[in-house]
């Protein structure tokens, strides 16, 4: 029986129990579970499974019959609606959370990486780990020596390599080889195999060729177990499962029938990569871009407030309103020392008239100066400069988001901080100079006429008390621009945080997160704690000056009012210039710095031509992915690009996208280099699917229609794509059937869902070039089968490269190029290459031993 230790904690994940000598048995009893955003669609309909310490369980079904849910459930993302999961005989509800999550290894079927050194993301997986921890990790899961910037297979064997630094008693893996290639696959596959022993394995999988060696595979159909056993068992039931096995097989019926040419010759590939060792001890091997929203020449204050002139009758107005604002304190000067004169009449009935007769001027004056305040040009500048900024940035190329410091957080902070000091170069900026010129101008002549002596001695106080003023703003102007930096990545980091909240959580980072956030703000407390003081300082000295001035001019006024001036001219001249010279003070000191507000096509036939095309991606310019590829496409026809992970495949497609240009070479379309096709038109007749969709928080009517944004998509149009896609039929029995949300990056449905989706989206575009970067990865046997099937009728007529790990899926492809090194080693058909005994022989029999 296991000890149980109890530990309080302030943290709500670091309170309950701990398993001291944790044994890792796992059953879940009568569990009911749907997700709280969709009550009406059940996933789990009273599960029972047990699952027995140190065994390998794999989870088969097709795509959202609740694999995946298990595996959250296990991690308790969420708790079920009825029934229990337990641990070692204790009900997960009781656990420690943190404690719970740091026992478990989680490979998920999209992998999330986080804007940090290779090294870095799998530390996160056991922070104590030291440099020789990572390097091994990284080596069992044939992710030594890899660089940044990874795509697809790299990306899922760091993540592997995360999971495994950890030395986990439950291994959760969701589709973990999914995107591998045959021979990483391979290796990676036993590198499980062997982290697992000792541990609770379970395995989601829709390759069942992967999951044959499991101590028990469970079949599960509507939310339920329907079958459960060995490999051997299960096929002699010819079931559930015999099904899902024969399916599987059906699809690759071509590769059995040409195992004769199997031999045992292992592929063999050329790696020339960074060894890991480097990368671990580098911080950062991101190059500088000279594209940068904020660089380039920077915008004058006449050009900015050129782009303000649409409101031009409310700047007019708000000029006016500043000119009435400016005069308003003289103004008040003016009427208070009249008020003050009344007092020296000898008829109390005639006091009480005069008071009132002024009291009444200054509420109109405070009337006037109320209605003068609004001004609203400065905001719809705002939102125009939003509206601009936002574009610029969609419109920029993929390398600009490469760069480290233009992640989503840091983007997201100048979308809404930069913006909004624009503003201080045109609207309440420009408005406070007005109305500083109308003080000082109209304070300096009210204080001429009543008596220019005691004027010019108010006047001398008045640089003084500016000045202040000034180094007080020009401080905090200088303590804004440099915490800017520090604001845009602690922005990031929580932007990263939250959208990857999944991963952090499985990861048991929380904390780990929370404590980066702070660390970015320390710089910015500390600058702004001793600007304050600063400010603080500077701001009183201001003030005080303001005393001395009126020390000053009261001692003087009376000598004055001895020869015969009257005493409330005194206080009329004084307060004209003393508190105008204030208000100037502090208008420049609270309104937004200025400073910072300055810097603050044709029809398509669809032929592909790749000429000598070499490239290096912009962040690892040493690292050449691409070496005088050349490959043509015709019209119609399918390609296929086949090869180990990280040889070029995903750039040939990013090319045709033009997400980046050539280093060297070029890239036609219809015999036009696309530099000299208009993006919009050469993107708008490309339909592609990647290995890892995105999905946005619309409806999935809008998702699908977002394939094709230059009209209004019909719903039959978008059925249609659905159905192409096999899909039409799960959207259907959704109560909200087509307008279901789908949630924050369609975290609502499984993977195969998702990747169907995508295929819909791309099909109701009619493209005429279709990119499939493994489209049918994430699918299982049955439906893997009906959207191949799909695709190959999409293709009818278009030209179509494929991109593909398992060779059964692009056999019928017109041509078959494998890349290796950065060129083309062999092409051909099929039967063609399997003919020469070469690369593609060798990756085809490595597949189908």
């Known amino acids: 029986m296991s000890s149980i230790t109890n530990r309080s904690s302030t943290s709500l994940k670091a309170r309950g129990e701990k398993i001291d000598d944790l044994k890792g048995n796992i059953t879940l009893k009568k569990v009911h579970f749907y997700y709280p955003s969709r009550k009406d669609v059940p996933i789990l309909q009273g599960m029972d499974l047990e699952i027995k310490s140190g065994d390998t369980i794999a989870l088969v079904g097709m795509s959202g019959c609740g694999k995946s849910t298990v595996v959250q459930l296990i991690q308790r993302f969420y708790d079920p609606i009825e029934g229990e999961v337990h641990l070692d005989g204790k009900n997960l509800k009781h656990l420690d959370l943190t404690w719970l999550r740091n026992q478990i290894g989680v490979v998920g079927q999209e992998p999330v990486l986080f804007g940090t050194t290779m090294a ?97 595979i469970v079949v599960i159909s509507n939310g339920k177990v329907v079958e459960q056993g060995t490999h051997g068992e299960l096929m002699a039931l010819k079931s559930e499962y015999y099904s899902l096995v024969t399916t599987q097989v059906q699809s690759s019926t071509m590769a059995e029938k040409s195992n004769n040419y199997d031999n045992n010759d292992e592929v063999n590939f050329e790696d020339d990569k960074e060894d890991l060792v480097s990368v671990v001890r580098q911080d950062s091997v991101l190059s500088k871009y000279d594209e940068d929203i904020n660089e380039g020449k920077k915008d004058s204050v006449i050009e900015i407030m050129k782009m303000n002139l649409p409101e031009w009758p409310h700047i007019v107005l708000g000029c006016a309103g500043s000119v009435l604002m400016g005069c308003a304190m003289p103004v008040f000067a003016i009427i208070f020392g009249d008020i ?64 480290k410091s233009n992640g989503v957080g840091a983007l ?86 939250v959208s990857n909240i999944r991963t952090v959580a499985s990861l048991g980072c929380e904390q780990t997160f929370h404590n980066q956030y702070t660390t970015q703000l320390i710089p910015h407390y500390k600058k702004g704690l001793r600007a304050t003081h600063w400010r603080a300082l500077v701001f ?95 019209q119609g026809k399918t390609v296929a690009l086949v090869g180990p992970s990280g040889c070029g495949k995903s750039t040939v497609i990013q090319l045709a996208e033009r997400f980046y240009d050539p280093s060297a070479g070029q890239v036609d379309l219809d015999e036009d280099d696309l530099k000299t096709i208009k993006l919009d038109s050469l993107r708008s007749h490309l339909g592609i699917v990647s290995q890892e969709p995105n999905l946005f928080n619309k409806t999935i009517a809008e998702n699908i229609a977002y394939g094709d944004n230059s009209r209004q998509v019909e719903m039959a149009e978008i059925i249609e794509a659905a159905k192409k896609a096999n899909i039409h039929n799960f959207v259907s029995s959704l109560p909200m059937g087509y307008e279901t949300k789908l949630g924050e990056k369609g975290t609502q449905l499984s993977g195969g869902q998702k990747q169907r989706i995508a295929i819909a989206r791309a099909l109701v575009r009619n493209p005429k070039v279709l990119l499939l970067d493994e489209a049918t990865s994430a699918l299982d046997a049955e439906s893997e089968k009906i959207v191949q099937e799909a695709l190959d009728n999409a293709k009818q007529g278009r030209t179509c490269i494929t991109i593909a790990h398992r060779l059964t899926t692009i056999q019928d492809a017109d041509v078959i190029c494998v890349v290796n090194n950065g060129v083309v080693a062999e092409m051909g058909t099929h039967i063609e290459l399997l003919g020469k005994n070469g690369l593609y022989y060798k990756l085809y029999t490595h597949q189908h031993k």
């Open 120 to 216: 870095e993301n799998i530390k996160y997986g056991n922070p104590d780990a030291s440099e020789e921890d990572v390097i091994n990790a990284a080596k069992k899961a044939n992710a030594h020596g890899e660089g940044l910037n990874c795509r697809g297979g790299q990306k899922q064997r760091i993540a592997i390599a995360r999971a495994l630094v950890k030395n986990p008693s439950i291994l959760l893996l969701d589709e973990a080889t999914s995107a591998l290639d045959n021979q990483s696959e391979a290796k990676v596959q036993a590198a499980l195999d062997s982290a697992s022993k000792g541990c609770t394995t379970i395995i989601v999988a829709h390759r069942l060729s992967t999951i044959r060696g499991a101590n028990k």
């Open 540 to 634: 009183a000295l201001a003030r005080s000056l303001m005393f001395f001035a009126y020390s000053a001019c009261m001692y003087y006024g009376g000598y004055l009012i001895k020869d015969g001036l009257p005493y409330e001219d005194v206080f009329k001249v004084s307060q004209a210039l003393i508190m105008g010279t204030v208000s100037i003070a502090n208008a420049l000191a609270f309104t937004p710095n200025f400073s910072k507000g300055v810097e603050a096509a044709r029809n398509v036939e669809g032929n592909l031509k790749y000429l000598q095309v070499y490239f290096a991606y912009p962040t690892r310019q040493g690292v050449q992915v691409l070496k005088g590829i050349d490959l043509s496409v015709l």
């Open 412 to 497: 997201c902070a100048k979308l809404s901080g930069d913006a909004a000091s624009v503003q201080g170069a045109t609207g309440q900026r420009v408005g406070t100079i007005i109305q500083s010129i109308a003080t000082i101008v109209l304070a300096i002549t009210l204080s001429m006429y009543y008596e220019w002596r005691l004027g010019l001695l108010a006047l001398a106080f008045a640089p003084f008390i500016l000045l202040a003023s000034f180094f007080e703003t020009r401080h905090a102007t200088g303590a804004n621009n440099k915490q800017n930096d520090s604001i845009q990545q602690s922005t990031k980091i929580a932007v990263e945080g």
């Open 340 to 403: 003050l004169g009344t007092l020296a009449l000898s008829s109390e009935e005639q006091v009480r008239e005069e008071s009132n007769r002024f009291i009444m001027f200054m509420a109109i004056a405070g009337v006037i100066a109320g209605l003068a305040f609004f001004y609203t040009a400065g905001e719809k500048l705002t939102r125009r400069i939003r509206s601009q900024m936002f574009r610029a940035m969609l419109n920029q190329e993929i390398s600009y988001f490469d760069r």
